[in-house]
């Protein structure tokens, strides 16, 4: 049974930073999909970050709304995952999951939530001065 916990969350500043986590635990993924969501009130889950890897292979995925300011990454001895957000905006306050799956999926399939078998119980960012 894989369980993934995330932590990290909280109350930041507009242009403040944060870093939140997502450990995996259950079993070892030598190849896979690993990264986050988000949901804000009121909107769908959306696709924010995912890392792909297999191999010596490591790809690392970006939503054009969160490019350059948040950096995906992944400690492979913790099977841990990390999104470091820096220059945080009121628009960026969500409940951000975290997601793996199975496989390292294709490229066309990281957006879409239905391709991950496993998810956490979310963390809560909240962006406000």
């Known amino acids: 049974q894989v369980q993934l916990v995330e932590s990290g969350g909280g109350l930041v500043q507009p242009g403040g930073s944060l870093r939140i986590s997502c450990a995996a635990s259950?079993?070892?993924?030598?190849?896979?999909?690993m990264g986050w969501f988000r949901q804000a009130p009121g909107k769908e889950r959306e696709f924010v970050s995912v890392i792909r890897w297999s191999g010596g292979n490591t790809n690392y995925h970006y939503a054009d709304s969160i490019k350059g300011r948040f950096t995906i990454s992944r400690d492979n001895a913790k099977d841990t995952i990390y999104l470091q957000m820096n220059g945080l905006k009121p628009e960026d306050t969500a409940v951000y999951s975290c997601?793996?799956?199975?496989?390292?999926?294709?490229?066309?399939?990281?957006?879409?939530?239905?391709?991950?078998?496993?998810w956490g119980q979310g963390t809560q960012v909240t962006v406000s001065s």
């Open positions: 997601a793996a799956a199975n496989s390292r999926l294709i490229l066309s399939r990281i957006r879409a939530t239905e391709n991950y078998d496993y």
């Open positions: 259950g079993r070892t993924f030598s190849s896979g999909t």
